[in-house]
């Protein structure tokens, strides 16, 4: 639905190299597939959103219906989507979110600002030098 | 000198010897050790003993575990309902009082209030005197005022609100405490919380394992956000959940319907599931729009929302996830030229890090820095049309090794370099390989011989 704001992803290649190549910008990665409505609700947000956070940020939609995604799916232990994910140059960004998995935000946003506050969550101590604002990275 | 067993404070000045000529030790009466869980004569050095050390941290950790629970209910005061009240007791070891929750009206009243007093503080500075818990140490086993204060903020607004919204029909369970539609979530939710894991593991149909530890805010936090593997628990197994199914009546969704004010400054994160766990929530309430097209649950969710869930196509492969600490796939070796792990720094030390179009505004302790740079190089070289340098060939291990207790690693080193030189003059049949054969025993070969 909104996937001609937010890329698609199908092969793990454009998968690796988003995550290789997105320097110092947090590649945000939705697991889940178009046409379950709560991916819908979360693609909304996130399009809404990916032009607030594009200085800082860069959102892709991983199909996970795809065979060369498994390899994904299967790392990142994802069972329910949609799965979001964060990086960092190239590193898999852990966050405390209140649930027992840090190591994905599952589920939809609420409202655009949620996500935002997440993306700054990961993206705000790399830029300072404090890293007070990384207390809830892990 | 007759030795009493003593249950009290030490005597400070240890009776000076008598009979014994020894002048190191000093026979003090004896005393018991709360934290070793026995008695002693060594007096004042008791709590420099390493044992006792080791033991003492045992115990100070035991207890810190509880006390994070009743932190939880300070950030996120919840109703008690009072059948639940006699099993929520606390045993505080710093004043060995048993702390009960009867009477209270939210969870670890008695205890947050009795972490905060002034008696306490007393017994917990004595303590950590007596038993060498470090003094810098007592802010962690105490709840500041300040904190006491807000969470009373908290409940009283907890309190009125429960009072204001008369439709207990939301999700959330805001309703007073006699509020018969949530009545029967108190008392599983207390089961559920305190055998969560449990619990967890035997509902779950199907072959994903919840994860092993458990964040201290329980599947619950003030935000809403659930933990997957509580989703799977809802959608799947109504059955052995009984305030899901008593409650989806009332709780029903209906977002579209109704809409809730939020209590909290913030907006969180909404997680489409939160609906589920309403049932346990402290009583934040959740702002819904109604223009969001919120979606309805599907399936077997009796109005509560449901998360797709992901069949997982092979069983548990040796490869290891996230979770288990493999590699990750995209730094696998597709290009055979990147093998650093992510987490290693010494990457940098391959690049130069002198770069002039460095941008000043870059932490450079930011994560993942040194990649950053590399990366870089490497994309602007690509974009140049150059190869990109592979620096990491196959002798970027020591792959030597000598006897070296003479002479130095350099040595050892050129000898090495020396003999791959003749080598590759030689080529490789140079030495005629060692065949490893099977070993033959001394009998057989005996055998063999005759």
Request: hydrophobic share 35%; aromatic share 10%.
């Amino acid at each position: 639905m909104s996937s001609y704001l937010l890329t698609v992803l199908t092969k793990k290649q454009e998968v690796d190299t988003i995550i290789r190549d997105t320097i110092d910008k947090v590649p945000v990665l939705r697991f889940g597939r178009a046409s379950d409505p709560v991916c819908l609700q979360l693609d909304n947000v996130l399009s809404k959103s990916a032009r607030e956070v594009s200085k800082f940020a860069s959102v892709a939609l991983v199909d996970i219906d795809s065979n060369e995604i498994q390899v994904y799916v299967k790392y990142f232990d994802i069972t329910f989507i949609p799965s979001t994910v964060f990086f960092f140059n190239a590193h898999h960004m852990k966050m405390d979110f209140g649930t027992a998995d840090h190591t994905k935000w599952v589920g939809a946003f609420h409202k655009k600002q949620d996500f935002v506050d997440v993306v700054e969550v990961y993206v705000a101590p790399q830029k300072l030098n404090d890293f007070k604002a990384s207390a809830l990275l892990l | 000198m007759e030795e009493k067993l003593k249950a009290q404070k030490p005597n400070p000045n240890p009776n000076p010897k008598t009979n014994t000529a020894k002048k190191k030790k000093k026979k003090s009466e004896y005393e018991f050790c709360k934290v070793c869980n026995l008695n002693h004569d060594q007096g004042q050095r008791h709590k420099y003993f390493p044992s006792h050390k080791s033991s003492l941290s045992n115990f100070l950790s035991r207890f810190q575990t509880k006390l994070s629970d009743v932190r939880f209910f300070l950030k996120n005061p919840s109703p008690l309902r009072p059948e639940l009240a006699s099993k929520n007791r606390f045993w505080c070891v710093f004043c060995d009082s048993d702390i009960d929750e009867i009477g209270s009206s939210f969870a670890c009243y008695n205890a947050i209030n009795h972490l905060a007093s002034a008696d306490h503080l007393k017994n917990l500075k004595h303590f950590l005197w007596k038993y060498g818990g470090g003094m810098d140490r007592v802010d962690a086993f105490r709840i500041w005022e300040a904190d006491v204060a807000k969470w009373e903020k908290k409940c009283i607004s907890l309190k009125s609100d429960a009072v204001s919204s008369s439709q207990g029909a939301i999700g959330p369970e805001i309703g007073p405490l006699n509020d018969i539609h949530n009545e029967n979530n108190y008392g599983n939710i207390d089961n559920f919380e305190n055998s969560s894991i449990q619990s967890v593991k035997s509902s779950l149909s199907n072959g994903v394992m919840p994860l092993q530890y458990y964040t201290n805010e329980y599947q619950v936090s003030h935000s809403g956000l659930y933990e997957a593997t509580n989703v799977g628990m809802f959608a799947h197994d109504f059955g052995s959940f009984l305030p899901a199914e008593t409650c989806s009546d009332t709780n029903l969704w209906n977002l579209k319907d109704i809409r809730v004010n939020r209590n909290s400054q913030h907006s969180f994160p909404y997680n489409s599931y939160s609906s589920a766990d309403g049932s346990f929530s402290n009583g934040r309430m959740f702002q819904v729009h109604e223009d969001e097209g919120i979606v309805k649950g599907e399936s077997s969710s009796h109005g509560l929302q449901n998360l797709a869930r992901i069949s997982t196509l092979a069983p548990e492969e040796a490869r290891g996830n996230v979770h288990t600490g493999a590699p990750p796939p995209w730094l696998e070796a597709t290009e055979a030229s990147q093998i650093d792990a992510p987490l290693k720094p010494a990457a940098g030390s391959l690049v130069p890090l002198n770069k002039s179009g460095k941008s000043k505004k870059l932490n450079p302790k930011r994560v993942g820095a040194a990649w950053a740079e590399k990366r870089k190089i490497e994309l602007e070289m690509e974009k140049r049309g150059e190869i990109v340098k592979n620096d990491c060939d196959a002798n970027w291990l020591p792959n030597f090794g000598r006897v070296w207790q003479s002479g130095s690693r350099k040595e050892s080193r050129k000898e090495f370099e020396m003999e791959k030189q003749k080598l590759l003059k030689l080529g490789s049949q140079s030495e005629i390989p060692i065949e490893i054969q099977p070993y033959v025993s001394k009998r057989m070969r005996t055998e063999a011989g005759e």
